[in-house]
């Protein structure tokens, strides 16, 4: 239990009682008021990392049916956790004690696409996979992509403010996202949907929703806007020899490739062959100590493939890139991604534990924390690896070990923190606070930016019951 990995004590919240589980099941039918055994897969996150003890899950229809529900469990200082896809690598997901969890598993609606102005709306429980694949019929795509995304809702992407493997085309979910529909702590309705891109009405309170995890709001409802699809995508898949040759190879396809670049993702051989030792893949290329997947989308296929072979020639011609292959055949392209997008799956897969590390730094120290961390931990690890979304200045760092234990805990965490801050970096880059950095908040927000969250907090949430232990620190 998390309870007992680490130091944390059960705030003062109600505990559930029978008259509890009526009033849920009065309020939903019975078969979406789940408990026993059937919250096991709600109580644990995808890392393994935090398990709570609840015993109720709540599965709402409606944006009405949260209404209720949220104003019942203020109403008895019952603590509540959101719960989407429970994709989330921050330990904010799950219960860490015996949280009520409000599932959107059955919020799944695609209600409307329009595809003059490419704006969709849905419920928050629409699963990302399924979203791209209906708004695709229309011409069009979800601003959004990441290797979750065959679980993780479009909502709890809101809330997390996902960014993943197109930042750097599309830009974040505070852009794209148009309106969203969200239910406060004590049940209030806040409709902020819109259709509009445009739309400067006063202040901005959607974006108090769009990655707050959870913490001010239940999201239930949600617009984005959609562009339309690119008729021409190209991938290349590139071995470098130093980080250095990287960062300039980086440069080299902005300037070359300009408006059709819509990927710039680096993978160091560590991450690579663990992704292809778990999942059976097979690199296209020879072994390089750092790799690039770089892609393109435009609308014309003999104008990309033209510019990507001369950024090609040029990078290779001054040594930048030692070997790479280039594909524009759905089959390929997908079989480089899925090495990609597998690393994640595969490191948690490969020891018995993973640490994980989702930092922004500048670019000209990108990579020095990886070799720091490693030489920090010693024999603790069984390696230690980076990758990430070197196009947006995110770096995954990651440590795997045979086990969690607090003497490799202490080892990496705050060094990480206090490595990433000395360099004005960002201590969560794109998976947020959730659990897990609660207390390194302080390494990317000045104490009155603290304050400041904590009295929105108050205001939003007077009792504490939205996802207490996430977010702000204790
Ligand atoms: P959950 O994990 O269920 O919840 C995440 C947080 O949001 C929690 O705090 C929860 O309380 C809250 N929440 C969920 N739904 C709602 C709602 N409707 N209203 C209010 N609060 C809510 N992230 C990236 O940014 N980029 C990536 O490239 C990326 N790749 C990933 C790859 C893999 C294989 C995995 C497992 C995860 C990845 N992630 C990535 C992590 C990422 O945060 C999530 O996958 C995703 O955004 C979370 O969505 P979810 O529906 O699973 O939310
Ligand atoms: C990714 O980019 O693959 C994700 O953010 C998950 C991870 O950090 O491994
Ligand atoms: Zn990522």
Known sequence: ????????????????????????????????????????????????????????????????????????CNSRKLAVCPQGGNTGLVGGSVPVFDEVVISLNSMNKIEYIDEYSGIVTCQAGAILENLESKVQEKGLCVPLDLGAKGSCHIGGNVSTNAGGLRLIRYGNLHGSVTGVEAVTATGQIMNLMSNFKKDNTGYHLKHLFIGSEGSLGIITRLSIQCPTASKAVNVSFLGLNSYDDVMNTFLMAKKELGEILSSVEMIDEVSLNCSNKVFNGQSPIDVFPFYMLIETSGSNQAHDEEKLNEFLRKAMESSLVIDGVTTNEPGKMRNIWLMRERIADSLINIEGYCFKYDISLPLTHFYEIVPATKERVGDLASFVCGYGHIGDSNLHLNVACKNFNQEIYKAIEPFVFEYTSKLKGSISAEHGIGFHKTKYLKYSKTPEAIAFMKQIKELMDPNGILNPYKVLPL
Request: avoid cysteine; aromatic fraction near 10%.
């Open 1 to 72: 239990l998390t309870k007992d990995r680490y130091p944390i004590q059960r705030g003062q919240y109600a505990e559930l009682s029978d008259k509890d589980y009526a009033q849920f099941e009065s309020i939903l039918d019975k078969n979406r008021v789940l408990t026993g055994s059937d919250t096991q897969g709600h109580n644990i996150d995808w890392l393994r990392s935090v398990r709570g003890y609840s015993n109720v899950v709540l599965k709402p229809k409606t944006t009405e049916e949260v209404s209720e529900i949220l104003k019942y």
